[in-house]
């Protein structure tokens, strides 16, 4: 089974910038439907962007819409999550999961098989 690695995380002033990956081992992300999702304390955890395994479509949520970017590199087996413009209400854990299925991206973290360990991300006013 595929097992993921989140990185890229860290400290930022607000309007920064910060690019997630997530990256795959013991198996391709290419089978994968790619869904990130972040929690803040206190928060329940919160669908933010996906790619199918297909190379799209891509999902965002309104609150990061024009902010955020996800690709993939199936050629490394990595995902990106590209954040511009980070504001203070984007501190969080971040988390990568994989969906193995039809090409789509489950909104619902229930339905994706793997999760990697999450990488903090922190916005600074």
């Known amino acids: 089974q595929v097992q993921l690695v989140e990185s890229g995380g860290g400290l930022v002033q607000a309007g920064g910038s910060l690019r997630l990956s997530c990256a795959a081992s013991?198996?391709?992300?290419?089978?994968?439907?790619i869904g990130w999702f972040r929690q803040a304390p206190g928060k329940e955890r919160e669908f933010v962007a996906g790619i199918s395994w297909s190379g799209g479509p891509t999902y965002d949520v309104d609150s990061v819409k024009g902010r955020f970017t996800i690709s993939r590199d199936n050629a490394k087996n990595t995902v990106f999550l590209q954040m511009n413009s980070l504001k203070p209400e984007d501190t969080a854990a971040y988390y990568c999961?994989?969906?193995?299925?039809?090409?789509?991206?489950?909104?619902?973290?229930?339905?994706?098989?793997?999760w990697g360990q999450g990488t903090q991300v922190t916005v600074s006013s």
């Open positions: 013991g198996g391709t992300t290419s089978a994968y439907n």
């Open positions: 999961a994989a969906h193995r299925g039809s090409p789509r991206v489950p909104r619902v973290g229930a339905e994706y098989d793997v």
